[in-house]
């Protein structure tokens, strides 16, 4: 009986630990949620990660804050959880500044900075429910997006 | 000599304000394209110099630097496009898996359907169902006539009723997330108190 009774309690525990990392959004500061997942590469590409270099495969997780990286040869194409669309071409470098999309909070926001390179953006959920919270800043400028698809060349130093 | 010194020594101090002018200027070039379903959305460049907004397709706008003006829109044809962008463009994501979109559009100032959404709205049910999504998102939205309190309150009534009209044909409550706007985000950008019944909507995202 009491063996039972002990087996329930550990049962229901495990199921709210389990529900507890269901129904956490993506957290906006803490950078260690994914908060989009890579699904095309070519060539060299690495991930800068809280200072470690990781190499960009398919289906590998990107964290708020990472830099994405491309080499000579590279490209890499990824979707954020939001279904935002982002590719990059050879030679180029972007940081993932920000990325929210927590709607049972009604939190949206996404930032990327480039330094360098090329890029193609298509526009996710968040300009769709939340149209001035997609930002795409190079060094020079600061791009407001609402709700679309740009290309975009930063030519570095 | 101590003359030449403190010029020297000004200019380096120049140089490093500036970035040096003998250094190659940066240069942004950015593209608006037209979204997959042919819609075009609109970009707003801005620098420490003003801002540029685009807002047709395959206009351009080129960056200097932090202290110029974004220079006025210029179309690009398909080659130069592709010239600069074919790596970036070709390494992008397959797009079939992406959201759908429907937009219901409303009678003047009320919660009642046009003739045609209704349909729409049958065409949107039966993508949640044969999609078995658990992520639909209802944003009602009012054209520009009317205050904005009024607005925002019609908004909602607009964005329930789809809602409610979703749960009664058998979705989920907890897979529907509601939202409203008002008066301030036009679908068809117009002057203030202007009729316009493409404004008048609920636009439902399915995912």
């Known amino acids: 009986m009491n063996h039972v009774y002990l087996k329930t309690v550990v049962l229901s525990?495990?199921?709210?630990?389990?529900?507890?990392?269901?129904?956490?959004?993506?957290?906006?500061?803490?950078?260690?949620?994914?908060?989009?997942?890579?699904?095309?590469?070519?060539?060299?590409?690495?991930?800068?990660?809280?200072?470690?270099?990781?190499?960009?495969?398919?289906?590998?997780?990107?964290?708020?804050?990472d830099t994405l990286q491309t080499g000579r040869n590279g490209s890499i194409g990824i979707v954020f959880?939001?279904?935002?669309?982002?590719?990059?071409?050879?030679?180029?470098i972007l940081t993932v500044d920000e990325f929210v999309f927590a709607p049972r909070q009604g939190k949206f926001s996404i930032v990327l900075r480039m330094l360098k390179g090329t890029a193609a953006y298509l526009s996710g959920l968040i300009s769709k429910l939340s149209p001035d919270a997609a930002y795409f800043k190079t060094p020079t400028a600061s791009i407001g997006i609402r709700g679309t698809r740009f290309l975009i060349k930063v030519d570095g130093e | 000599m101590k003359k030449w010194s403190i010029f020297i020594l000004g200019s380096i101090f120049f140089c490093l304000m500036t970035g040096c002018a003998t250094q190659q200027p940066k240069r942004d070039l950015i593209v608006l394209l037209p979204d997959p379903d042919g819609k075009v959305g609109t970009i707003?460049?801005?620098?420490?110099?003003?801002?540029?907004?685009?807002?047709?397709?395959?206009?351009?706008?080129?960056?200097?630097?932090?202290?110029?003006?974004?220079?006025?829109?210029?179309?690009?044809?398909?080659?130069?496009?592709?010239?600069?962008?074919?790596?970036?463009?070709?390494?992008?994501?397959?797009?079939?898996?992406r959201f759908l979109l429907f937009i219901l559009f409303f009678?003047?100032?009320?919660?009642?359907?046009?003739?045609?959404?209704?349909?729409?709205?049958?065409?949107?049910?039966?993508?949640?169902?044969?999609?078995?999504?658990?992520?639909?998102?209802?944003?009602?939205?009012?054209?520009?006539?009317?205050?904005?309190?009024?607005?925002?309150e019609l908004s909602s009534k607009r964005a329930s009723y789809i809602r409610n009209l979703f749960v009664s044909s058998g979705i989920k409550p907890g897979t529907l997330f509601v939202s409203y706007y008002g008066k301030s985000r036009p679908l068809v950008s117009t002057e203030d108190e202007t009729p316009e019944p493409r404004n008048r909507r609920v636009e439902v995202i399915i995912r």
Do not use: C
């Not at chain 2, 359907?113 to 999609?131: G, M, P, Q, V, Y």
């Open chain 1, 81 to 92: 959880s939001d279904d935002t669309f982002l590719s990059m071409g050879p030679g180029s």
């Open chain 2, 107 to 152: 009678e003047n100032d009320s919660t009642k359907l046009t003739r045609e959404s209704k349909d729409i709205f049958s065409e949107a049910l039966k993508n949640i169902k044969t999609r078995n999504s658990n992520e639909v998102y209802v944003v009602g939205h009012t054209d520009l006539v009317g205050t904005e309190s009024y607005n925002k």
């Open chain 1, 13 to 65: 525990l495990v199921a709210l630990l389990l529900l507890l990392s269901i129904d956490g959004e993506v957290s906006p500061a803490d950078g260690s949620t994914p908060v989009a997942s890579v699904k095309k590469v070519s060539g060299s590409v690495t991930v800068l990660r809280q200072g470690k270099t990781i190499q960009a495969i398919n289906g590998l997780d990107i964290w708020e804050k």
């Open chain 2, 44 to 97: 707003t460049v801005t620098t420490d110099g003003g801002s540029q907004v685009i807002n047709k397709p395959g206009y351009s706008t080129e960056v200097e630097n932090l202290n110029k003006t974004p220079t006025s829109p210029r179309q690009l044809n398909e080659n130069e496009i592709k010239d600069i962008f074919a790596s970036a463009l070709s390494a992008q994501p397959d797009l079939s898996n």
